[in-house]
C-alpha cells in the first residue's frame, strides 16, 4: 500500500495569507489527523476527522481549521497567518483511531 | 499545547551497542503506547506498539518494556546500526478533555559514533 501522502512538501507564505495543506491517507484509512511540530514545542495534536467530521480537536486558535472529503482525503487551512506558525505540519492516519502513520509533512514557513 | 518539546535528550553509542530509551508517561489510564522514528526531514515512522496488559513486547532488534506501576516505557534497540540515528517518540493514547488522543513525548535524540 502507498503510505500517507502530503502536498505541498514546502511552502514560504507572507504575514497575513492563508495556506491549504493536503493529506492523503493510507488506502482504507478512514482517520485523518494533523500535527503541529516545532522545535520548542515539539508534535502537538491539531485535530482528527473520521467520515467527513471533526472527531478530536487540540487547543489551537479557530485560524486553524480542517476538512475531510469523502475519499478521506483531508486538507487544513491556516488563515490570517503570524510567524510563529512556521513549522512542519504532519498528518497520519489510521484505521482504528490508534496507530497512526505519518505522512512526511508540509514545512510551511511564514515570513 | 498536549505534548512538551522545549530540550530534547540526546543519547551517544556507539555502533554495535545496545541502545536504550527512556520516556516516562503521565496518564496512569493510557492503555496503548507507540514507539516513532523520526528522521530528518521525514515524518514520525511508527516502529512498535505494546498495550497495557503486557510488559514487554519484542519486534525485529527492537523491544519494548512498559511499567505501568512507575508510568515508564523504554526502547530497547539492539546491535545499534548508523542508520538508527534519529528522534525517538514515546506516544500514549489517553483520554484528555473528554476525547481519545494520541500524547506525545518530547523525544530523544540518539546519535551513533563508528
Known amino acids: 500500500k502507498a503510505g500517507v501522502t502530503q502536498t505541498p512538501r514546502y511552502l514560504i507564505k507572507t504575514r497575513g495569507q492563508q495556506v491549504t495543506l493536503s493529506c492523503s491517507p493510507i488506502?482504507?484509512?478512514?482517520?485523518v489527523s494533523w500535527y503541529q511540530q516545532t522545535p520548542g514545542q515539539g508534535l502537538q495534536f491539531l485535530f482528527e476527522?473520521?467520515?467527513?467530521?471533526?472527531?478530536n480537536k487540540g487547543n489551537f486558535p479557530g485560524r486553524f481549521s480542517g476538512r475531510q472529503f469523502s475519499n478521506s482525503r483531508s486538507e487544513m487551512n491556516v488563515s490570517t497567518l503570524e510567524l510563529g506558525d512556521s513549522a512542519l505540519y504532519l498528518c497520519?492516519?489510521?484505521?482504528?483511531?490508534?496507530?497512526?502513520?505519518f505522512g512526511p509533512g508540509t514545512r510551511l514557513l511564514v515570513l | 499545547g498536549e505534548s512538551v518539546g522545549l530540550h530534547l535528550p540526546t543519547l551517544s553509542v556507539q555502533e554495535g551497542d545496545n541502545s536504550i530509551i527512556n520516556c516516562a508517561y503521565s496518564?496512569?489510564?493510557?492503555?496503548?503506547f507507540i514507539w516513532y522514528k523520526q528522521e530528518s526531514g521525514k515524518g514520525p515512522q511508527f516502529i512498535i506498539d505494546?498495550?497495557?496488559?503486557?510488559d514487554k513486547r519484542q519486534g525485529q532488534r527492537v523491544t519494548v518494556l512498559l511499567n505501568k506501576t512507575v508510568k515508564h516505557l523504554s526502547l530497547q534497540i539492539a546491535a545499534t546500526q548508523p542508520g538508527d540515528s534519529a528522534v525517538y517518540f514515546c506516544?500514549?493514547?489517553?483520554?484528555?478533555?473528554?476525547?481519545?488522543?494520541?500524547?506525545f513525548g518530547q523525544g530523544t535524540r540518539l546519535t551513533i559514533n563508528p
Open positions: 476527522y473520521f467520515s467527513e467530521t471533526q472527531r
Open positions: 505494546i498495550r497495557s496488559n503486557m
Open positions: 488506502s482504507g484509512h478512514r482517520s
Open positions: 497520519a492516519s489510521s484505521s482504528n483511531q490508534e496507530t497512526q502513520y
Open positions: 496518564n496512569s489510564a493510557s492503555d496503548y
Open positions: 506516544a500514549e493514547m489517553g483520554v484528555i478533555q473528554g476525547a481519545q488522543k494520541l500524547v
